[in-house]
């Protein structure tokens, strides 16, 4: 991907100081344990996740208010039932801002980074008590806010959508309710990606030069039907997700230098038997992957602060590493600043089985929005993790590849004038 100036100079502006001051002011709260209090009063005394909210909303307003107007500020507020780990009938209030695309057919498109913003420690009924959630989830609602704040001063022809979420720890309660709200909606979500412990926790053995990037295999949403394409075809490795997640590292190589870290993709959808809020989006049908340290420190999340045979238990801002967490900002910011600037996938891409014969014709159709200025067909070996080829073709809707279909994986993305291109499209087969 031709590394882009405009997108390079904007995530640049990310500060890992103002990423320190925002993580500050969360832990700040003192709890922002869904269940805490969210009235006028613990409002106003800035304790407890209402307190939280309101000052999110404020930060998201200030960024807006210095690109003049440019974010529409939001609220998705629900009431979560009673349940498991929620006692009563519970206010949960996702917090974002929209930057709406420049391109009325392609502001439909969009791009979309969150992190949740709520915090627990060891005790799922402790309401009042320390959880400070400095890692968890502080530095994925800080790269959120950081996000919004230098990426507002540019437009793109997509919208970009900067998300923090409430009840992750109650059971990904706030994912799931507005990836709902989006499914119904009919929104166009491309990309969701979901920063969720990225504090890059100074722990002897880890590595502050990558950040792991989880995605999907089989898709959550695929129907029965679509799982026995995909077994037929050997497509178990080309999730949509997985193809954000190609991109990511394609983003990572592109501004190797000055994003400061490599994304190190991990093919399965979350960490072995854990889980977090992209995977309420890969349920409803969408793209959604999963930035997370490369090595996380369990004495540091979801424990009480305290001192015990000389261990120190809980999620404090000390523990955070905020070059690291700015790095992931910068990752972050360059991959939805690309996806926002590039054409719609091409959409109908097809292989043309009618034949058998060694040679592979692929077909497509011009993504809605008119940007696609030429195409490119990539492709990889089966038992490759990532796009090893590139064949420009032009501004054509056919190709043909001196290539057999049996032994590599194809696919198609569109390509601007400038050179930003989309996510790539597996075809399916057409006789
Ligand atoms: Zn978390």
Redesign the pocket.
């Known amino acids: 991907m031709p590394a882009d100036a405009r997108i390079s100079a904007a995530f640049q502006q990310v500060s890992a100081e103002h990423i320190r001051a925002n993580i500050n002011k969360l832990v700040s709260f003192g709890t922002r344990m869904t269940t805490s209090a969210q009235d006028a009063d613990a409002v106003a005394a800035g304790h407890g996740i209402g307190a939280a909210r309101e000052w999110i909303r404020s930060e998201f307003e200030r960024y807006s208010k210095d690109c003049g107007g440019c974010l529409e500020v939001k609220t998705d507020t629900f009431t979560e039932p009673a349940a498991d780990r929620i006692p009563q009938p519970t206010v949960i209030t996702n917090v974002y801002a929209v930057l709406k695309g420049t391109d009325s057919e392609n502001a439909k498109r969009i791009v979309l980074v969150t992190g949740?913003y709520d915090s627990r420690n060891g005790d799922m009924t402790d309401v009042m008590g320390n959880a400070p959630g400095a890692n968890?989830?502080g530095s994925?609602t800080a790269v959120s806010l950081e996000c919004a704040r230098v990426l507002s001063k540019l437009r793109f022809p997509a919208t970009i959508i900067f998300l923090t979420v409430a009840g992750?720890?109650q059971g990904l309660n706030g994912s799931s309710h507005f990836a709902k709200m989006a499914k119904e909606q009919g929104w166009d979500i491309e990309a969701v990606l979901n920063n969720?412990?990225v504090g890059g926790n100074q722990s002897a053995d880890q590595d502050h030069s990558v950040v792991r990037v989880f995605s999907e295999g089989l898709p959550q949403a695929a129907t029965e039907k679509e799982i026995e394409r995909i077994r037929g075809l050997g497509g178990e490795n080309d999730s949509a997700s997985r193809q954000l997640a190609r991109y990511v590292a394609d983003v990572g190589r592109s501004y190797k230098y000055d994003v400061g870290v490599v994304p190190m993709l991990v093919f399965r959808l979350d960490r072995y038997l854990r889980g977090?809020d992209h995977y309420s989006f890969n349920q409803q049908g969408f793209s959604a992957i999963r930035f997370t340290e490369f090595r996380e420190d369990f004495h540091h999340q979801h424990q009480n602060v305290r001192t015990e045979n000389g261990i120190e238990y809980g999620d404090l801002l000390k523990f955070v590493d905020f070059d690291y967490v700015a790095s992931v900002a910068r990752l972050n910011a360059a991959t939805l600043a690309s996806l926002a600037s590039a054409p719609a996938p091409p959409t109908n891409v097809h292989l043309l089985v009618k034949d058998l014969e060694n040679e592979s014709t692929l077909t497509w159709d011009a993504p809605p929005g008119g940007r696609a200025a030429s195409y490119e067909v990539v492709w990889r070996a089966t038992t490759s993790s990532e796009w090893e080829h590139v064949q420009k073709v032009g501004e054509v809707l056919r190709a043909t590849l001196n290539l057999s279909k049996d032994n590599v994986i194809f696919s198609v993305r569109a390509v601007d004038a400038a050179g930003h291109y989309s996510l790539p499209v597996v075809p399916t087969p057409q006789r």
């Open positions: 949740h968890d989830d994925g992750e720890e969720d412990i977090g």
